[in-house]
């Protein structure tokens, strides 16, 4: 959908016309879903991030100026969402008995995340990576975005983020199987 | 593994699968109920004399009631509905009962079994009637409503011991219905989402002005040693309200059309929204039963006294679905 098309839907919708919010839900809820899935790796905890950036993105309409694009508007309050539901995951693992356990004392939240949809090894690195870290990885290797895009959304500076990935990229290498040979999900890596 | 990070991460990201998503309805009902929630008025003082009879002197409690209000296009009110949530039903109901001494406690009791029973026979004798007929049904009054009745002055119209009940006439289409109640309204044969006419009933406000006699049924039960006795009588000629089931391989979707009565209603649905129905405010209420959604929308026609209502079960028509049958419906001169 093109800028100016998403502006006259905003304006239209501060207006007063939430039908309209309708056909930027349409738009954007694949995108940011996709975005949530590979930050929580729960299809889950996804589905209730989305829905909750697309809310909360409503509610403060009113906030949102211009300045930035839409689209970054909404992944950096997905990144705050994704953020918060990653730090309340850490805690649970830091202070157990506040979280909901199973018989044998186990951390059921903690252990249903990135496992049932990860494999090895990329669950071995995501979980070595911090939210910020997943978003940049996301971003510039999914993505495949510049720099100064996703300095953008992030509010960081272009030069600062290249650092950063490097340094990432070099942490992802640490756990990468070093040879050749079979996943454990039966393909064969190249 | 290749020796390239850049490469590696990227051939297990795009290689893990993303599954569809679609969240439209969730978080548009969730804007819908949050800014409706904003209009409504928050507290409300209710009675509960009704409900709980015997409790004299605890009649009313506060209670948080939301209510939404639809207005004509003259910007009068025409219709309120009051949301009064089960569990909190229950609770006061609860709360209430927990005053009661333990006689009236089993009074109570006695009181719901009479209700029930009442129910049953009232259902029996109305299955028994050919279509279009109509019934009186005397009721035996207990000791204490006897007592009550004595300081009651009532008239011919609705005798405090005569329950009427109707059997409505069954029509199969649109065709058969329109001579009915052509002149009233009208529905189409199939409505959005390809729901066929199935059948509709037209039901006539009970007859309480014919003149029952009411001491030859009171002969009637007391020679049948039963507590109620019943006698068929003319049906009324005055339109209350019809209900057409329309069908696709989906399920039903019920279509309502009745006389609008002043005032309003409650409900106990989990969710209550304002919703436009072309020009008109709608009152859209969401029911949530073991996880599965049902919608019933409900709406005065501008310029008409009939209340219009569409309900269907979220698994044959979604939310948006409901919505526009009951714009073609209201766009029907």
């Given at each position: 959908m093109e800028k100016t098309e998403i502006e006259r839907l905003l304006t239209e919708i501060k207006a007063g016309s939430l039908e309209q919010y309708e056909i930027i839900i349409d738009h954007y809820q694949q995108p940011i879903f996709t975005y949530c899935y590979h930050m929580l790796g729960h299809r889950q905890d996804a589905e209730d991030a989305v829905q909750e950036v697309l809310f909360r993105a409503y509610e403060h309409l009113e906030q949102y100026t211009y300045s930035l694009s839409f689209s970054a508007w909404l992944y950096r309050i997905a990144y705050n969402h994704c953020a918060n539901v990653l730090k309340r995951r850490k805690l649970s693992r830091v202070l157990p008995f506040l979280y909901n356990r199973d018989q044998d004392g186990r951390n059921y939240v903690e252990e249903s995340i990135d496992s049932n949809y990860f494999g090895e090894p990329l669950e071995r690195i995501w979980k070595r990576l911090s939210a910020e870290e997943r978003t940049l990885m996301f971003l510039r290797v999914l993505e495949e975005r510049e720099y100064e895009e996703i300095a953008e959304l992030m509010?960081?500076?272009?030069?600062?983020?290249?650092?950063?990935?490097e340094r990432v990229l070099k942490k992802c290498k640490r756990y990468l199987p070093t040879t050749g040979g079979v996943r454990n999900d039966g393909q064969k890596s190249v | 593994?290749?020796?390239?990070?850049?490469?590696?991460?990227r051939d297990m990201l795009v290689a893990k699968p993303v599954p569809k998503v679609d969240v439209?309805?969730?978080?548009?009902?969730?804007?819908?109920?949050?800014?409706?929630?904003?209009?409504k008025v928050?507290?409300?003082?209710?009675?509960?004399?009704?409900?709980?009879?015997?409790?004299?002197?605890?009649?009313?409690?506060?209670?948080?009631?939301?209510?939404?209000?639809?207005?004509?296009?003259?910007?009068e009110v025409v219709f309120e509905l009051s949301q009064h949530k089960l569990q909190e039903q229950q609770q006061m109901f609860q709360q209430l009962s927990q005053q009661l001494s333990p006689e009236d406690q089993a009074k109570m009791e006695e009181r719901r079994k009479k209700r029930e029973y009442i129910g049953t026979v009232r259902t029996e004798i109305m299955n028994g009637l050919k279509p279009g007929t109509s019934a009186a049904i005397y009721w035996k009054?207990?000791?204490?409503?006897?007592?009550?009745?004595?300081n009651i002055i009532y008239t011919k119209k609705?005798?405090?011991?005569?329950?009427?009940?109707?059997?409505?006439?069954?029509?199969k289409s649109w065709k058969d219905m329109e001579p009915i109640v052509g002149k009233v309204f009208t529905l189409p044969s199939?409505?959005?989402?390809?729901?066929?006419?199935?059948?509709?009933?037209?039901?006539y406000e009970e007859n309480y002005e014919y003149d029952v006699d009411v001491e030859e049924l009171k002969a009637k039960a007391v020679k049948d040693n039963k507590e109620y006795a019943f006698t068929e009588i003319p049906l009324s000629n005055k339109f209350s309200y019809t209900n057409v089931a329309y069908q696709s391989e989906k399920g039903k979707v019920w279509v309502e059309v009745r006389i609008a009565e002043e005032g309003g209603s409650g409900t106990s649905a989990d969710v209550i929204e304002k919703v436009m129905i072309g020009n008109n405010e709608a009152a859209l209420m969401t029911h949530t039963f073991e996880g599965e959604n049902s919608y019933w929308l409900i709406w005065i026609k501008n310029g008409t006294d009939l209340e219009y209502s569409v309900q269907a079960d979220e698994k044959v028509a979604s939310k948006d679905e409901v919505i526009k049958i009951a714009k073609q419906i209201n766009e029907i001169k």
């Amino acid at each position: 959908m093109e800028k100016t098309e998403i502006e006259r839907l905003l304006t239209e919708i501060k207006a007063g016309s939430l039908e309209q919010y309708e056909i930027i839900i349409d738009h954007y809820q694949q995108p940011i879903f996709t975005y949530c899935y590979h930050m929580l790796g729960h299809r889950q905890d996804a589905e209730d991030a989305v829905q909750e950036v697309l809310f909360r993105a409503y509610e403060h309409l009113e906030q949102y100026t211009y300045s930035l694009s839409f689209s970054a508007w909404l992944y950096r309050i997905a990144y705050n969402h994704c953020a918060n539901v990653l730090k309340r995951r850490k805690l649970s693992r830091v202070l157990p008995f506040l979280y909901n356990r199973d018989q044998d004392g186990r951390n059921y939240v903690e252990e249903s995340i990135d496992s049932n949809y990860f494999g090895e090894p990329l669950e071995r690195i995501w979980k070595r990576l911090s939210a910020e870290e997943r978003t940049l990885m996301f971003l510039r290797v999914l993505e495949e975005r510049e720099y100064e895009e996703i300095a953008e959304l992030m509010d960081k500076k272009p030069a600062a983020l290249r650092k950063q990935f490097e340094r990432v990229l070099k942490k992802c290498k640490r756990y990468l199987p070093t040879t050749g040979g079979v996943r454990n999900d039966g393909q064969k890596s190249v | 593994m290749d020796k390239n990070p850049f490469k590696s991460m990227r051939d297990m990201l795009v290689a893990k699968p993303v599954p569809k998503v679609d969240v439209k309805h969730k978080v548009m009902a969730a804007i819908r109920a949050k800014e409706n929630k904003e209009e409504k008025v928050v507290k409300k003082k209710i009675g509960l004399l009704v409900t709980v009879g015997m409790l004299i002197g605890a009649s009313s409690v506060w209670a948080g009631v939301e209510m939404i209000q639809l207005k004509n296009e003259k910007g009068e009110v025409v219709f309120e509905l009051s949301q009064h949530k089960l569990q909190e039903q229950q609770q006061m109901f609860q709360q209430l009962s927990q005053q009661l001494s333990p006689e009236d406690q089993a009074k109570m009791e006695e009181r719901r079994k009479k209700r029930e029973y009442i129910g049953t026979v009232r259902t029996e004798i109305m299955n028994g009637l050919k279509p279009g007929t109509s019934a009186a049904i005397y009721w035996k009054p207990t000791k204490e409503q006897g007592e009550d009745q004595k300081n009651i002055i009532y008239t011919k119209k609705k005798h405090p011991d005569i329950m009427v009940v109707s059997k409505p006439i069954v029509y199969k289409s649109w065709k058969d219905m329109e001579p009915i109640v052509g002149k009233v309204f009208t529905l189409p044969s199939e409505i959005h989402g390809g729901f066929r006419f199935l059948e509709g009933e037209v039901n006539y406000e009970e007859n309480y002005e014919y003149d029952v006699d009411v001491e030859e049924l009171k002969a009637k039960a007391v020679k049948d040693n039963k507590e109620y006795a019943f006698t068929e009588i003319p049906l009324s000629n005055k339109f209350s309200y019809t209900n057409v089931a329309y069908q696709s391989e989906k399920g039903k979707v019920w279509v309502e059309v009745r006389i609008a009565e002043e005032g309003g209603s409650g409900t106990s649905a989990d969710v209550i929204e304002k919703v436009m129905i072309g020009n008109n405010e709608a009152a859209l209420m969401t029911h949530t039963f073991e996880g599965e959604n049902s919608y019933w929308l409900i709406w005065i026609k501008n310029g008409t006294d009939l209340e219009y209502s569409v309900q269907a079960d979220e698994k044959v028509a979604s939310k948006d679905e409901v919505i526009k049958i009951a714009k073609q419906i209201n766009e029907i001169k």
